[in-house]
């Protein structure tokens, strides 16, 4: 006789933290809960949130203020917030062993620091849940009936359960496992999927003088964006300097590189006016220029060179006083501002956004989704935690709250549907 696949009450697929949160909230009120997690072990990216310290949520304890940091899509947290909130979810981790301490913008953090403590935490959760983890068990899709969701394919059978939890989080960086697995299933059994955000957004700079350049437009330039000081990005092409930061085709293209960048640690630029002149060139083609207007103070032949307000904000930038007489300029201050036309230097506070945030988009449509319960309007046994779901999400503990906060009512749905 054929080996009868095991039977859960809920099956949660991806074990990140929405995951998690899923599978020990439906495992702590009595569900038989199975957890299927294609990586040999659970929740890769939760490990790496926050550069290891894990910004585990925001402490915005005022449900209108923080729903409002989710823009427009966030009025459809009021209902789950309403069940599980910022103050529980700090009493949540508190209670369990993990004290948490606000910093700045009201990041909230572990007290020591450690996202590895936050994970602990969690695996502490669903094993005391008896939760039956099952790694390096990719599941390929769903079959369904009725809408009603029968089984889960796995690689090599099946799972059966009677509710399911999809938790496989979204596309961003697919080394952690979030390889978007879930939206391609979802696609075929008929839901919308808004395909991740391209995000085209401008580009905020720390920079005092970006007030001055405004307006200014360029052609044929290169970017070339670095993270600590090391080259990770470069384009050419068109951009514009706005009153907060850059904009233009070339900067909103980089926008989603930079995003993601940003997560890394400080991002500069450096933007090259000449990208088809090597420094020596570029050194020849001042020294030539200089050479005609020797009489001149340097501030006045700059527009011979590139946009005046630019120049200008060039030569200070290379330490260069406006009024200085070419004939008394030095070598060394001719190629330090050589070297600003081939790299001027500005350093990014942010893409502009929701709180200048880093926003990542996509994901199933909200408007398929049953906020009180988590559950899908098509298949009235399935349910999604996390990432998977269409949110706009700044950064600052908000995606992770999101999580917590959308597993936690799925897991308790679940386990009661
Ligand atoms: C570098 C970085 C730093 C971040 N820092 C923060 C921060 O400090 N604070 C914050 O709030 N947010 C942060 N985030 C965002 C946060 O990590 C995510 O919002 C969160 O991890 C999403 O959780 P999730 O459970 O929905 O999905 P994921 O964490 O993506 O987990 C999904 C899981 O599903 C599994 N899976 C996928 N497909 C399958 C399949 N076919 N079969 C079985 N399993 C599958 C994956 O392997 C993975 O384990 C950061 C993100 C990154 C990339």
Redesign the pocket.
Same mark, same amino acid.
């Given at each position: 006789m054929p080996k009868q696949p095991l039977s859960f009450d809920v099956a949660v697929?991806?074990?990140?933290?929405?995951?998690m949160m899923a599978a020990g909230r439906a495992a702590e009120l009595g569900a038989k809960v199975v957890l299927?997690?294609?990586?040999s072990s659970?929740?890769?990216?939760?490990l790496?949130?926050?550069g290891g310290r894990?910004?585990i949520f925001n402490a915005e304890y005022d449900t209108h203020r923080l729903v409002e940091m989710y823009g427009k899509k966030g009025k459809a947290l009021f209902s789950v917030f309403s069940q599980f909130d910022v103050t529980a979810t700090q009493e949540f981790f508190e209670s369990r062993g993990l004290p948490i301490k606000v910093e700045a913008e009201r990041r909230a953090f572990p007290v020591s620091d450690s996202a590895e403590d936050v994970w602990k935490t969690m695996l502490r959760y669903i094993q005391a849940g008896n939760v039956t983890v099952q790694t390096e068990?990719?599941?390929?899709g769903f079959e369904a009936e009725d809408g009603v969701i029968t089984k889960a394919l796995l690689k090599n059978g099946e799972m059966l359960a009677k509710r399911f939890i999809l938790? !496989? /989080?979204?596309k961003?960086?697919p080394e !952690? /496992?979030?390889?978007g697995?879930?939206f391609a299933w979802m696609k075929t059994l008929g839901h919308h999927v808004i395909e991740p955000d391209p995000a085209l957004v401008p580009i905020v700079l720390r920079d005092i003088w970006r007030k001055s350049l405004a307006g200014i437009s360029l052609k044929g330039v290169k970017l070339t964006a670095m993270v600590d000081g090391k080259k990770r990005a470069g384009s050419t092409g068109k951009m514009l300097f706005t009153h907060i930061g850059l904009s233009g085709p070339l900067v909103l293209n980089m926008s989603k590189t930079i995003g993601t960048l940003l997560?890394e640690g400080t991002v500069t630029l450096a933007l090259d006016l000449f990208p088809s002149l090597d420094l020596g060139a570029m050194d020849r083609k001042l020294l030539e220029i200089f050479e005609r207007g020797k009489n001149k103070m340097i501030k006045n032949i700059v527009g011979e060179i590139t946009q005046p307000r630019l120049g200008l904000v060039l030569l200070s930038l290379a330490g260069i006083e406006g009024g200085t007489p070419l004939r008394q300029l030095t070598r060394d201050q001719r190629l330090a501002f050589a070297r600003m036309l081939k790299g001027m230097p500005m350093t990014v506070a942010g893409l502009l956004g929701a709180d200048k945030a880093i926003v990542t988009g996509g994901g199933v449509d909200l408007k398929e989704v049953e906020f009180k319960t988590m559950r899908s309007k098509l298949y009235r046994n399935l349910y999604f935690?996390?990432?998977?779901l269409d949110f706009d999400r700044p950064s600052g503990?908000?995606?992770?709250?999101i999580?917590w906060t959308t597993g936690y009512v799925a897991g308790s749905s679940a386990a009661g549907g």
């Open positions: 697929i991806g074990g990140g933290p929405a995951g299927l997690e294609k990586n659970l929740g890769k990216k939760l790496i949130t926050g894990c910004n068990k990719p599941v390929i938790a !496989t /989080g979204g961003s960086h !952690t /496992g979030s390889t697995d879930g997560k935690a996390g990432d998977i503990g908000y995606s992770l709250q999580c």
